[in-house]
């Protein structure tokens, strides 16, 4: 492929002989639009005219990779006649089957047009998904940055649409990946339309943070927001990425009997971070309630911590799901809890991720880690309270693992102690079962949420169960920066 140049609107220095590139006399210099090469017009006759794409060719596809599907002549003869007597273009196009058998071929439709895949030899094509509305609304700028670098035909924006198009029309391309650009709702989004689609292999998924809490993405490496890091950073952070597995689980209601005030839909079956009852998800309800009713006053990500807090002050006051415990009875992998039995609680969760709530730790790895190198003489006084209820290991020191076909389940006092554990003041929440299935009763009418998204639930029966795993891309560990960070380095 040759170069793209445009003309005009240089700035920098040249790519070829590094000297300054001026623009005092009129529209001077040469930028190509794949592989972002800047040059002197006098400087352009020197170089070859094969465009290598740059420093970022492997996740690049090429205009020349994706072409539409040549019709048949016989077809669109016919196609032809038809058009005369009153039929448009794109009613009567039916394009031939494409035989990928021999080829990195893909096909997808995007309206009427259908298209061809051919990746570059050893490409790692990347498709990006973008929520425009996550957040502090970012998207629209990442938009424009993202499809500067790469081919546009590889950035789609979530609210034109959805994700499923696109994935159709990728869903043969070999070793891609995928660049979900949002909040843990919007990774959500896409995981659950990926099940619709049979891809030739399973594509990782990787997260730039855009909503409020990306736990999500805190979980995988990936940040607690995107804080406005170049594209090329980016995608340098995605080649040393590594893939891992992550679980994800069903979750089915069934309300008991005729409820005296109908309850909300529930917005996902399926749990990706976590599923919880009570205080937190009462927390959230008021904050999606407030948030529905006067959108602009949630038009950033500290502006949404902030009405976090609030929310949550007045929840701490209110106690709106006191002695929850009594009211629901739970069994971990067929073992009754007997939560009514133990001292009270405002609030469950369960948990398929390390990080909840924009950033808290409610399982505590570090108190895990802790309590194992103590050895087990100084652990005796907590294993009769605390035994998982699949395995009988001692909870104090399980291990949190999002590719381990557990769950865990904690326990929370109030939004006090939520706030505590957020601090560092307490090291967890209370810890209940880690366990491979989980069934829920409940006798009244609670709030509750899946990955952030809260709804009003009568009394019913619950069941939570793992339903499959799914690649996902996870970063490296970020260096240490300063003087002693020698001293600091993990074994």
Known sequence: MSHHWIEGNCHGKCSKCKKTIKSTN??????????????????????????????FRVHILPPTSICPIVLDRQRSFSRDRRSTSGLSRSETADPLPVDTSNSNLTQGVSGPMSFQITPLENARPLLVFINPKSGGCQGPKLHRKFQYLLNPRQVYDLAAGGPLPALQMFKDVPEMKIICCGGDGTVGWILDSMDKVQFLKQPSVGVIPLGTGNDLARCLRWGGGYEGETIGKILKKIE?????????WQISVSEEGEAEVPG???????????????????????????????????????????????FGTTEQFAASCKNLHQEIDIECDGVSLELSQGSSLQGLAFLNIPYTHGGTNMWGDQLSRKRAKRGPKKQKKDRDREISTSSLNDLSTAIQDIGDKLIEVIGLENCLHMGQVRTGLRASGRRLAQCSSVTIRTKKRFPMQIDGEPWMQPPSTIQITHKNQVPMLMAQMP???GIFSSLFKSD
């Open 26 to 55: 009129g529209i001077t210099g040469l930028h190509c639009r794949w592989c972002q090469m800047t040059l002197h017009n006098s400087c352009a006759s020197q170089i070859k005219p094969e465009c290598t794409l740059g420093e």
């Open 240 to 248: 040393k990425a590594t893939s891992v597995m992550m679980d994800r």
């Open 264 to 310: 909300d839909p529930m917005p996902y079956n399926i749990v990706n971070n976590y599923f919880s009852i009570g205080v937190d998800a009462a927390i959230c309800f008021k904050f999606h309630i407030e948030r529905e009713k006067n959108p602009h006053k949630f038009n950033s990500r500290m502006r949404n911590k902030m009405w976090y807090f609030e």
């Open 479 to 481: 260096e240490r920066k």
